[in-house]
């Protein structure tokens, strides 16, 4: 897959980077993109990666100057991307090239276009301009208008296998293996988390320590979970943050109950946490008292599929735009 030619990730994504290779050497270059996966599995990396490698030299003799490039988000503190920014996009799309390149815009998250700012670059795929490249990124291709997604190449990027993470976090960043081994379980297929975390070991010891205090939900009252909830959320507005922060918890927990299926059935080797096992095992002999059930009974599986379900119902109502700590205490209280 490695064209010297070219300056790719070093890791996943090797269908969509050998694609998009074959597109840039054989002039095949579509005018929209549309590349489609769950965060933290490289779509913004490949893009910009892909942006590099189309403008090459005129990039590189112009180091740091990006008139070319053009990159649309939400604005902090948004949920959605507005038709005034969506205007705003297209207007810099519309300028000649500075670099007498490409001009290449890609737009993050573009599942929170609004439907009139879908409509509105809609007209700019339909009628593009030569050497005008517009790349959408998104986790849900379904929240995008059939127009688009029919005008552009769909390219899908998916989770890279924990052990190529690991041989990656060893051969790339010389971690040690047993922490190579926990950041690429953990990582859950999105390598860019794994090296988040390996970068930021403040945020992993974060991670854990709030994983390590969900697992002992289970062995807690209700007053107990309550008043451990507030070392996990503390958040008690509506803001796009606090909604995230509680997505990430409900993942987190989702993630938890996962490794203690798997324990429970005897798959040591196929959970997330490695890094929690010793918390895990606790976990997993209270639930199994909780639920009156000893190994391959089946009111152990019915205890925890009953706390997947609260789960999933605290993602609808936090997509109902319900308060977000009102949404985890709710989750806490019925856990």
């Known amino acids: 897959m490695d064209n010297p030619e070219f300056n790719w990730p070093k890791i996943g994504n090797e269908k969509a980077v050998e694609f998009l290779s074959l597109a840039i050497s054989g002039g095949r270059v579509a005018q929209t993109y549309i590349f489609i996966g769950s ?5 913004s990396t490949v893009a910009l990666a892909f942006a590099r490698n189309l403008m090459g030299e005129a990039l590189e003799s112009h180091p740091g100057f990006n008139s070319d490039l053009h990159i649309l988000k939400p604005e902090e503190g948004k949920k959605s ?14 300028l000649s090239s500075f670099l007498d390149s490409y001009k290449i815009g ?8 609004t439907t009139e700012a879908q409509n509105a670059i809609l007209k700019t795929l339909e009628e593009p301009r030569d050497k005008v490249i517009v790349i959408l990124l998104t986790q849900a291709e379904e929240k995008l208008l059939p127009t688009i997604l029919s005008r552009g190449q ?5 989770p890279v296998k924990a052990e190529i993470i690991y041989d990656y976090l060893l051969a790339e960043h010389k971690t040690s293996r047993s922490l190579a081994k926990d950041l690429a ?8 988390k794994a090296v988040r975390f390996l970068e930021n070991p403040e945020m992993y010891a974060a991670y854990l320590e709030k994983a390590g205090l969900f697992l002992k939900f289970f062995s807690l009252d209700i007053n107990g979970r309550l008043s451990s909830l507030d070392s996990l959320f503390t958040d008690k507005t509506y803001s796009v943050a606090a909604v995230a922060g509680a997505e990430e918890i409900l993942m987190m927990a989702e993630g938890l109950m996962r490794d203690l299926f798997l324990l429970h059935f005897n798959q040591p ?12 095992d606790i976990a997993l002999k209270e639930i199994e008292i909780m639920s009156s059930s000893g190994p391959g009974n089946d009111n152990f599986s019915a205890f925890l599929l009953n ?18 700590r009102l949404v985890l205490e709710q989750f806490a209280i019925n856990l």
């Open 39 to 43: 965060d933290d599995l490289g779509k």
């Open 307 to 324: 706390r997947f379900k609260l789960s999933a119902l605290a993602h609808e109502y936090l997509s109902a735009n319900v308060n977000p």
């Open 269 to 280: 080797e196929k959970i997330q946490h490695s890094a929690l096992a010793a918390e895990l």
């Open 81 to 94: 991307i507005s038709i005034e920014q969506i205007r705003n996009f297209i207007k810099d799309l519309s």
């Open 154 to 158: 769909k390219l899908y990027f998916n």
């Open 185 to 192: 379980n953990i990582a859950l297929g999105r390598p860019l």
């Open 106 to 113: 890609i737009i993050k998250e573009a599942d929170s276009l």
